[in-house]
C-alpha cells in the first residue's frame, strides 16, 4: 500500500468515525454521547469529501451535524434526567463478542474482496445534475422521490417526538 496524503486523511477521517461511534456506544453521559456522535458524523462527512461526493459532505454535516446532532443536544439538556445512571448491562460481554466477530467478518471479506483493487473511472462532471434528477425522478430505475419523502417525514417525526419529551 503507497502511503499519500489522501491515505493519510482517509485514516483519520476513519480514526474521527470509529472513534466517535465507539464513545457513542460507550458512554453513559448522554450529553457526552451526543458530542461523540457530532465527531462521527464529521468523520463521515470528510469520507464523502475524500470520495469526491462534496455535495453529500455538506449534506452530512448541514443537516445530520448541524440539524439532528444539535437537536438531540438541546433535547437532552431540557429533559430532567440529564445524567442518570441506569444500571449495568449484564449482555455487553455477549454483545461485545458479536460486534467484534462481526467486525473481523466484514473487515476480511471487505479485504479478501477489494484488497489492491482501486476505482478504475473518474467522478463524471455531471454527477451532482444526475443525482438532482435521480432525486426528482418518479420513474425509472432511479426513482429516489419516495424514499427521499419517507426520510423526510421520518425526520419529522423524530423532531416532534423530541419537542414531546422536552416539554415533558
Same mark, same amino acid.
Given at each position: 500500500m503507497v502511503i499519500t496524503p489522501v491515505t493519510i486523511a482517509f485514516f483519520i477521517m476513519a480514526a474521527f468515525t470509529l472513534g466517535g461511534s465507539l464513545g457513542v456506544v460507550t458512554n453513559r453521559n448522554l450529553f457526552h454521547a451526543a458530542l461523540y456522535l457530532i465527531l462521527a458524523l464529521f468523520g463521515a462527512a470528510g469520507l464523502f469529501v475524500l470520495l469526491e461526493a462534496p455535495f453529500l459532505a455538506a449534506v452530512q454535516v448541514l443537516i445530520y451535524v448541524g440539524a439532528i446532532s444539535? *437537536?438531540? !443536544?438541546? +433535547?437532552?439538556?431540557?429533559?430532567?434526567?440529564?445524567?442518570?445512571?441506569?444500571?449495568?448491562?449484564?449482555?455487553?460481554?455477549?454483545?461485545?463478542?458479536?460486534?467484534? *466477530?462481526? !467486525?473481523? +467478518?466484514?473487515?476480511f471479506v471487505i479485504m479478501d474482496r477489494f484488497a489492491g483493487k482501486f476505482p478504475v473511472a473518474g467522478v463524471p462532471d455531471d454527477s451532482l445534475t444526475r443525482l438532482g434528477m435521480a432525486l426528482v425522478s418518479y420513474e425509472?430505475?432511479?426513482?429516489?422521490?419516495?424514499?427521499?419523502?419517507?426520510?423526510?417525514?421520518?425526520?419529522l417525526a423524530a423532531m416532534i417526538g423530541a419537542i414531546v419529551v422536552a416539554r415533558k
Amino acid at each position: 500500500m503507497v502511503i499519500t496524503p489522501v491515505t493519510i486523511a482517509f485514516f483519520i477521517m476513519a480514526a474521527f468515525t470509529l472513534g466517535g461511534s465507539l464513545g457513542v456506544v460507550t458512554n453513559r453521559n448522554l450529553f457526552h454521547a451526543a458530542l461523540y456522535l457530532i465527531l462521527a458524523l464529521f468523520g463521515a462527512a470528510g469520507l464523502f469529501v475524500l470520495l469526491e461526493a462534496p455535495f453529500l459532505a455538506a449534506v452530512q454535516v448541514l443537516i445530520y451535524v448541524g440539524a439532528i446532532s444539535v *437537536l438531540i !443536544a438541546i +433535547t437532552i439538556m431540557v429533559t430532567r434526567r440529564i445524567m442518570g445512571v441506569e444500571s449495568a448491562n449484564r449482555q455487553w460481554p455477549l454483545s461485545a463478542l458479536v460486534g467484534l *466477530l462481526l !467486525a473481523a +467478518t466484514l473487515g476480511f471479506v471487505i479485504m479478501d474482496r477489494f484488497a489492491g483493487k482501486f476505482p478504475v473511472a473518474g467522478v463524471p462532471d455531471d454527477s451532482l445534475t444526475r443525482l438532482g434528477m435521480a432525486l426528482v425522478s418518479y420513474e425509472g430505475m432511479e426513482a429516489y422521490l419516495v424514499p427521499f419523502e419517507v426520510a423526510s417525514v421520518l425526520l419529522l417525526a423524530a423532531m416532534i417526538g423530541a419537542i414531546v419529551v422536552a416539554r415533558k
